[in-house]
Every structure is written in structure tokens, then in C-alpha cells.
């Protein structure tokens, strides 16, 4: 997994980032260490099939206007207000939980900065104040985050719903034994099972966040589900990823511009990784060495858990090389000239830095790396 130029990974992993295939890719950067179709037709007084709704269904949906779109900044208050008027307005839950058990959020419509709010130089000078070490020191040169600009407006026309937590081994696992699946594309031929025993640096028990995961079993995990359950599941798109993880927020973090106070939604590289040379893991102690069974921390407004930290998470789209193409101002779907795929938000092992909602890095589909797993969307 690469930013747009040098990692700020441990030297012996950045040259395996450049200079060996991406499918070996086997120790976490220091980043992340440190389709679609019209929504389906259902009955209003039921969820969606293989689905079970957490609050009780609308009656019907709205017969004529609907809700306004958020507009960022906004509290959690409008957050919740809106998820509730677009639940009454589809006539579907505003929480499902599918016939995996996994739980589903509806994130409303709306529009926001996406993008850094500070200049590179001024995120450069942030890492220059934090990094301790010659990784930081790496990091700490403007033009590795001018891929975060410009900030721009954009607006989420339609809702979707978004999965309350990341993936976990024992959903990717269910995944496995009933497909056999095997990624075409790969490299070396080692498939997720047999990563995680030589390359994997811990146990991955079934409540974790599933990693070392890549981009193609993540679509194959998708298109998988979507059959299984007659509905449309998919990865989220890069704009609706950091739309849903800011929830109406405008700094670093949902949190603010603190980083020591993301510990609080978030499992990060944190004090206790000091002992394994993480020199710039953060003060606090969050209670976790490696990743942490999901909802262990608190959610952001939309009540999303871990999209800044705990695993660094795929998204569908593309990621192309340079800043954004501002002139898409309503659903951008990424550039489409370039076979890498965007991948977002912080994990255990992460670096201050590295954790904010603007920071945004790219892995070819075929790369797995131990600190990327993937968040699932769902069409209404």
C-alpha cells in the first residue's frame, strides 16, 4: 500500500512495496500496521430478505418529497434526524442486521468538503511536531499529501446503508467454506488461510477485523453476499467513505484536530507499541497491542464504529495518481485509467498522521498487506 509517494513504512517493507510484486506484500505498512443497480423493491412493512431490522420499519415510504440533504458541518443530532426521515421516507430500517449477523447503518444523503482542510505544508509541519524517528522524518515532506487536494464540495445524492463495523475473520471465514474461493490474480498462489499462518505477525481470532484480505476477495466477499441474499452489497465508494467517516465533521478527525483524543473512537498505534519500536505510537493506551474486536470504542454521529482505526479499509473505487478531479461535484466514482484501488482510515498500527480522515493511500487488487481489511455497503 503506497501514499502517492515514498511509504512511511520501515525501509526493508517500503523497497518490498516498490520493488517486489504487490501480492507479497506480507507486513503491514506503517500507515495501516503503523455495483450499482436501482434500489430493490420491498414490501414496506418488512426489511429487506436475509435481513432483520434493529428499529421497527416504517409504515410506508414518504408518497412525495423527500428528506433534505445534510449539509456538513453538522451535529449528531442532525445526524440522527436525518437517518430517522430517510428511514420513514424508503420505508426501511435505519439498522439491519443481515443472515450473517452483520449490522448495517443508513448513512442519509448529503454534502461536504472532501478533502484535507489544511495545506500539505501545514500536515507536514504536524508530522515534523509528532515524528520521532527517521520514519516520520520520511513522512514529513509536503508533497506526500498533496494527494488529499484540493478539497472540494461533493454531494451524496442518494442514501446507503454502510456496515456499523468492519468485516470480521469469522464473516470472511463463512465467505471461504461456502465458495472455495481463490483469487485468480494471485501472484504467488497463497491464498488468505495460508498468508495468515507465514505472514500474518498475529493470531487473527474470529471477532477481529479480517486483514491480509485483498482487493479482489473483498468485491468476490460482495458479489458473493449479494447472491446469497437476493440484494446488492458492494464496497463503499472513496467519497462515500469519508463522508461517513467525518458524520458532519470539518477537522483531522471526528474527533477534532487532537490526536491524542481519536484513542477515544479508535484502536491506534498507541503507547504500549513503543516496546516493538513503534517510536511514534501515541501517548495514551487504548488497551490493545493489535487489533480489537469491533465496538470496542465509541461510534462516530452515524453511529459507524472504528473508521479510523483498528484496520485500514478498501474502497471500490480507483485511486489514480495526483489530487482529485474536482470538477464532479455530485457521486464521483474515482478516476478509471488506473488498476489500483483506494484504501482509507488508520488501524493499530498507525501513525497520527496516517489516521485522518483526509489520508488516503492505494494497493493494487492483488495486495495483501496485515493491516487492510474492508466495510461493506449495501444498496437500499
Not at 289 to 296: E, F, L, Y
Request: charge should be neutral; hydrophobic fraction near 30%; aromatic fraction near 10%.
Amino acid at each position: 500500500m503506497h501514499r502517492q509517494q515514498n511509504s512511511s513504512a520501515p525501509k526493508s517493507v517500503r523497497s518490498a512495496c516498490s520493488g517486489i510484486r504487490a501480492a507479497t506484500i506480507m507486513v503491514g505498512l506503517a500507515a495501516c500496521i503503523p455495483f450499482a443497480l436501482h434500489g430493490r423493491t420491498t414490501r414496506s412493512d418488512e426489511p429487506p430478505p436475509g435481513a432483520r431490522s434493529e428499529l421497527p420499519p416504517s409504515k410506508a415510504p414518504h408518497p412525495t418529497s423527500k428528506p433534505e440533504l445534510l449539509r456538513a458541518p453538522f451535529k449528531k443530532s442532525a445526524a440522527q434526524a436525518a437517518q430517522a426521515a430517510w428511514s420513514r421516507h424508503l420505508g426501511q430500517p435505519a439498522t439491519l442486521t443481515n443472515s450473517l449477523g452483520m449490522k448495517f447503518v443508513l448513512v442519509p444523503p448529503g454534502e461536504f468538503q472532501m478533502g484535507s482542510g489544511e495545506s500539505a505544508e501545514a500536515t507536514a509541519q504536524f508530522v515534523r511536531a509528532k515524528g520521532r524517528d527517521d520514519f516520520a522524518l520520511d513522512d514529513a515532506r509536503a508533497p506526500k499529501f498533496e494527494n488529499e487536494h484540493p478539497q472540494h464540495r461533493v454531494r451524496i445524492t442518494e442514501p446507503f446503508y454502510l456496515g456499523q463495523y468492519e468485516v470480521t475473520v469469522r464473516d470472511f471465514r463463512t465467505f471461504l467454506a461456502e465458495t472455495n474461493y481463490k483469487d485468480p490474480d494471485e501472484v504467488d498462489g497463497w491464498n488468505w488461510s495460508e498468508t495468515r499462518k507465514k505472514g500474518g505477525e498475529y493470531e487473527q481470532e474470529d471477532e477481529h477485523p479480517v486483514v491480509i484480505v485483498t482487493w479482489n476477495e473483498a468485491k468476490a466477499f460482495c458479489d458473493w453476499l449479494s447472491k446469497k441474499e437476493h440484494a446488492r452489497y458492494r464496497l463503499p465508494t472513496e467519497t462515500e467513505w469519508e463522508y461517513a467517516c467525518r458524520a458532519g465533521t470539518t477537522g483531522r478527525y471526528q474527533t477534532g484536530d487532537d490526536p491524542e483524543a481519536l484513542a477515544q473512537v479508535g484502536d491506534v498505534a498507541d503507547s504500549r507499541l513503543k516496546k516493538v519500536g513503534l517510536f511514534n505510537a501515541w501517548a495514551i493506551n487504548d488497551g490493545y497491542d493489535g487489533p480489537a474486536p469491533p465496538g470496542r470504542f465509541a461510534p462516530n454521529p452515524f453511529g459507524l464504529y472504528d473508521m479510523h482505526g483498528n484496520a485500514c479499509e478498501w474502497c471500490g473505487d480507483s485511486y489514480g495518481y495526483g489530487g482529485y478531479d474536482a470538477s464532479v461535484v455530485n457521486n464521483p466514482q474515482g478516476p478509471t485509467e488506473d488498476l489500483s484501488r483506494v484504501i482509507r482510515g488508520g488501524s493499530w498500527w498507525a501513525y497520527p498522521w496516517n489516521c485522518r480522515s483526509a489520508s488516503r493511500w492505494w494497493g493494487p487488487p492483488t495486495s495483501r498487506i496485515s493491516g487492510v481489511g474492508f466495510r461493506l455497503a449495501r444498496v437500499p
